[in-house]
């Protein structure tokens, strides 16, 4: 999403280093800021039982591991003028991938990319303001893609993000 802010290694290149093990305070750390990723570190603390100084570096740490990827906003498509959801299969060539996903990513609407095993390849959920914008951007835009094979658009009647367990 163009609204996360995603973590990057020290130096900005590259894949982030290893993830260093997780205990009991980070993974109440991780709850508590994806039920609420605008808790203050005041906060963050006061409900793990650290220091600010640890909650802030414990954060820091979880940013730098990539272990947290960016804070962003639960957004209700439908109230933001995007109406009409789909989940799209596409099944394309062997081994193309990263080329398929870089593309991907550069469509609008598009909020979630995947690569699965099964009867595709590929699982990708877009919104769009309406069916004429969801017809324009299959048939135009993910066809057009060469290594893109066939596509199968699952049309979304309602749907409902899962609040995190807290």
């Given at each position: 999403?163009?609204?996360?802010?995603?973590?990057?290694?020290?130096?900005g290149?590259?894949?982030?280093?290893?993830?260093?093990?997780?205990?009991?305070?980070?993974?109440?750390?991780?709850?508590?800021?994806?039920?609420?990723?605008?808790?203050?570190?005041?906060?963050?603390?006061?409900?793990?039982?650290?220091?600010?100084?640890?909650?802030?570096?414990?954060?820091n740490?979880?940013?730098?591991?990539?272990?947290?990827?960016?804070?962003?906003?639960?957004?209700n498509?439908?109230?933001?003028?995007?109406?009409?959801?789909?989940?799209?299969?596409?099944?394309?060539?062997?081994?193309?991938?990263?080329?398929?996903?870089?593309?991907l990513?550069?469509?609008?609407?598009?909020?979630?990319?995947?690569?699965?095993?099964?009867?595709?390849?590929?699982?990708?959920?877009?919104?769009?303001?309406?069916?004429?914008?969801?017809?324009?951007?299959?048939?135009?835009?993910?066809?057009?893609?060469?290594?893109?094979?066939?596509?199968?658009?699952?049309?979304?009647?309602?749907?409902?993000?899962?609040?995190?367990?807290?």
């Amino acid at each position: 999403m163009a609204s996360e802010q995603m973590a990057e290694s020290p130096g900005g290149s590259g894949p982030p280093p290893p993830a260093r093990p997780l205990d009991a305070i980070d993974l109440d750390i991780l709850q508590m800021l994806q039920a609420d990723g605008r808790a203050s570190i005041r906060s963050v603390a006061e409900r793990v039982h650290v220091s600010r100084a640890n909650a802030y570096a414990r954060i820091n740490r979880l940013i730098e591991d990539g272990v947290i990827r960016g804070f962003g906003a639960r957004v209700n498509h439908e109230r933001a003028g995007q109406g009409t959801s789909a989940y799209i299969t596409l099944k394309i060539v062997q081994n193309s991938w990263r080329t398929v996903s870089e593309q991907l990513r550069q469509l609008p609407g598009a909020s979630h990319i995947a690569l699965v095993g099964g009867d595709f390849d590929v699982l990708l959920l877009v919104h769009t303001s309406d069916n004429r914008a969801l017809r324009e951007l299959v048939l135009t835009r993910l066809q057009a893609i060469p290594e893109v094979l066939s596509t199968r658009t699952l049309l979304v009647f309602e749907e409902e993000d899962l609040e995190p367990q807290g």
